[in-house]
């Protein structure tokens, strides 16, 4: 039986809801087990109301499941963030059954595989790519002799002979209709009723940025053939429908080339099996996007990308080992306008390097070019696995590791040279600016239309286009915020509609 992580948001857990993607790792180790002959059954608690918290609905969900399909193993995995949640579920299975041998995974273990191992003790845990080693670990269980705890090394797959990922023991339909609306904001949706669906066409990365989580021995940048991508893309789309494909990898292309040559198979697939549905993407400066390939996307039907930006500070970006230039982000953001094409990225500020003056080159940035782009504001958080969390380890500012990933979700520590209280006063500015969208222009002759109990319907010329979208958003009986943020459907840029006195609307986009 596989459980789901109940990814949080801004250290939200234990409350609701989540704002995850679809389970891809456990869809790929479903799909893996299920190929080898073995049944699977999962659970999935991101976002079942009804309950005081996501806590005690984890206990519920995931005790009911267990007397109901009497598991022979149970598998976790997740992200650093996600400590607590699995800390709480191997407690619930641990009172439950104490019998059931718990196999842990996921960057939680690749990237601090003995201390995670220890403190959290598991029956076993992965290190890496669990697609493969997963199946040797449940026949080893099949023999009737269960060996003690350890900790297996996973070797790096061929994405290209992995059968393709099993969401169905995840509730995916469910994801679909219901959660899109009601849980998402890190996307901006180009269709009011979306069914958003998510695919991952490449694993790891070539860059090592200092704050990324990938580790030294992070397993090598693979991308699976285009080809293996379009009948992935043909198979679900044939199942589930989806009108929005969510590209979720890291880095989807490495070069133009790839995207280009996606492009075209895509739009030859759209041409041949009807397929109706727009996609974003996310990438590196160093792809060195044109004017061709972005008019290329667009034709294929992509709404939105991003790239790692992550300062506009050259002494920040240096520090981080980003391998870009800030010059390369102002050029693509003027194709994406043109190609009208959403563009994104993140602003995160407190690196070791951060300064006042670096700062102010990150800000200035942001005011001059970011007012129609999603290019968010944020804090850096040493994540381990990271450089950066190492090397503020070796210089003794996280004494204690057990507390950190307790509270990894909430502020971060003062890395930079500057005084907690200068530091302090700037976060509490940028989180400001970030939560206002004071600088974005807003959108012309509102007007709502209530639909039923739980959305209305908005319509809003675009400041920038002149023309007029069409948005689904929740009613709420709270005091609405001043301010929805928005992305005209037309040019797929940045927008607010300000909430006239009264109405009672609040944005499901963020």
């Given at each position: 039986?596989?459980?789901?992580?109940?990814?949080?948001?801004?250290?939200?857990?234990?409350?609701?809801?989540?704002?995850?993607?679809?389970?891809?790792?456990?869809?790929?180790?479903?799909?893996?087990?299920?190929?080898a002959?073995?049944?699977?059954?999962?659970?999935?608690?991101?976002?079942?109301?009804?309950?005081?918290?996501?806590?005690?609905?984890?206990?519920?969900?995931?005790?009911?499941?267990?007397?109901?399909?009497?598991?022979?193993?149970?598998?976790?995995?997740?992200?650093?963030?996600?400590?607590?949640?699995?800390?709480?579920?191997?407690?619930?299975?641990?009172?439950?059954?104490?019998?059931?041998?718990?196999?842990?995974?996921?960057?939680?273990?690749?990237?601090?595989?003995?201390?995670?191992?220890?403190?959290?003790?598991?029956?076993?845990?992965?290190?890496?790519?669990?697609?493969n080693?997963?199946?040797?670990?449940?026949?080893?269980?099949s023999?009737?002799?269960q060996?003690?705890p350890?900790?297996?090394k996973?070797?790096?797959?061929?994405?290209?002979?992995?059968?393709?990922?099993?969401?169905?023991?995840?509730?995916?339909?469910?994801?679909l209709?219901?959660?899109?609306?009601?849980?998402?904001?890190?996307?901006?949706?180009?269709?009011?009723?979306?069914?958003?669906?998510?695919?991952?066409?490449?694993?790891?990365?070539p860059?090592?940025?200092?704050?990324?989580?990938?580790?030294?021995?992070?397993?090598?940048?693979r991308?699976?053939?285009?080809?293996?991508v379009?009948?992935?893309?043909?198979?679900?789309?044939?199942?589930?429908?989806?009108?929005?494909?969510?590209?979720?990898?890291?880095?989807?292309?490495?070069?133009?080339?790839?995207?280009?040559?996606?492009?075209?198979?895509l739009?030859?697939?759209?041409?041949?099996f009807?397929?109706?549905?727009?996609?974003?993407?996310?990438?590196?400066?160093?792809?060195?996007?044109?004017?061709?390939?972005l008019?290329?996307?667009?034709?294929?039907?992509?709404?939105?990308?991003?790239?790692?930006l992550?300062?506009?500070?050259?002494?920040?970006l240096?520090?981080?080992?980003?391998?870009?230039?800030?010059?390369?982000?102002?050029?693509?953001?003027?194709?994406?306008?043109?190609?009208?094409?959403?563009?994104?990225?993140?602003?995160?500020?407190?690196?070791?390097?951060?300064?006042?003056?670096?700062?102010?080159?990150?800000?200035?940035?942001?005011?001059?070019?970011?007012?129609?782009?999603?290019?968010?504001?944020?804090?850096?958080?040493?994540?381990?696995?990271?450089k950066?969390?190492?090397?503020?380890?070796e210089?003794?500012?996280?004494?204690?590791?057990?507390?950190?990933?307790?509270?990894?979700?909430?502020?971060?520590?003062?890395?930079?040279?500057?005084?907690?209280?200068?530091?302090?006063?700037?976060?509490?500015?940028?989180?400001?600016?970030?939560?206002?969208?004071?600088?974005?222009?807003?959108?012309?002759?509102?007007?709502?239309?209530?639909?039923?109990?739980?959305?209305?319907?908005?319509?809003?010329?675009?400041?920038?286009?002149?023309?007029?979208?069409?948005?689904?958003?929740g009613?709420?009986?709270?005091?609405?915020?001043?301010?929805?943020?928005?992305?005209?459907?037309?040019?797929?840029?940045?927008?607010?509609?300000?909430?006239?006195?009264?109405?009672?609307?609040?944005?499901?986009?963020?």
């Amino acid at each position: 039986m596989l459980v789901a992580p109940t990814f949080h948001y801004m250290g939200n857990y234990p409350s609701f809801l989540s704002l995850s993607d679809f389970p891809s790792g456990l869809a790929y180790i479903a799909a893996s087990l299920k190929r080898a002959g073995h049944e699977v059954y999962g659970v999935n608690p991101n976002n079942i109301t009804g309950y005081v918290n996501a806590k005690y609905m984890i206990q519920d969900v995931l005790t009911k499941k267990i007397k109901e399909v009497q598991p022979e193993l149970i598998g976790l995995g997740g992200l650093c963030i996600d400590y607590t949640f699995l800390r709480d579920t191997i407690a619930i299975v641990r009172r439950e059954d104490s019998k059931i041998p718990i196999v842990l995974g996921g960057q939680i273990v690749s990237n601090d595989a003995e201390f995670i191992f220890d403190d959290l003790k598991p029956d076993y845990a992965i290190v890496g790519e669990a697609d493969n080693a997963i199946v040797e670990l449940v026949n080893i269980l099949s023999n009737k002799v269960q060996p003690e705890p350890f900790i297996m090394k996973a070797t790096t797959p061929d994405l290209d002979t992995l059968p393709l990922p099993d969401y169905e023991p995840f509730g995916v339909n469910e994801m679909l209709d219901k959660f899109s609306m009601s849980t998402r904001v890190l996307y901006r949706y180009p269709r009011p009723y979306p069914r958003p669906f998510s695919i991952v066409t490449s694993r790891s990365c070539p860059f090592a940025c200092s704050f990324c989580v990938h580790g030294h021995e992070r397993p090598k940048y693979r991308a699976r053939s285009i080809e293996n991508v379009m009948e992935e893309i043909r198979v679900t789309y044939e199942k589930y429908n989806f009108n929005i494909l969510i590209i979720l990898d890291e880095l989807f292309a490495v070069h133009k080339k790839r995207m280009n040559e996606f492009c075209k198979a895509l739009i030859e697939g759209k041409e041949r099996f009807g397929w109706d549905f727009d996609w974003m993407f996310q990438t590196h400066a160093n792809a060195r996007l044109d004017a061709g390939s972005l008019k290329l996307a667009k034709e294929a039907g992509c709404f939105t990308f991003s790239y790692g930006l992550e300062s506009a500070s050259p002494a920040v970006l240096k520090s981080m080992n980003k391998k870009i230039k800030v010059e390369q982000v102002i050029e693509v953001m003027d194709l994406a306008r043109e190609a009208k094409i959403g563009f994104g990225g993140n602003l995160i500020f407190g690196d070791i390097a951060e300064t006042e003056e670096t700062i102010a080159e990150s800000l200035s940035f942001w005011l001059r070019y970011c007012g129609d782009n999603f290019v968010f504001l944020g804090n850096l958080m040493p994540y381990p696995g990271s450089k950066l969390f190492k090397d503020i380890r070796e210089k003794g500012m996280l004494p204690d590791k057990k507390e950190y990933y307790e509270n990894i979700d909430k502020a971060a520590p003062n890395m930079t040279q500057m005084s907690n209280g200068t530091l302090t006063s700037f976060l509490t500015l940028i989180k400001f600016l970030e939560e206002t969208w004071l600088f974005v222009k807003s959108a012309k002759d509102v007007h709502y239309e209530l639909e039923d109990s739980e959305f209305c319907k908005l319509w809003a010329e675009c400041p920038y286009c002149g023309e007029t979208s069409m948005y689904r958003v929740g009613t709420v009986a709270q005091k609405p915020p001043p301010a929805l943020g928005l992305a005209c459907i037309h040019c797929n840029r940045k927008i607010k509609v300000d909430v006239p006195n009264g109405a009672k609307v609040e944005a499901i986009y963020g």
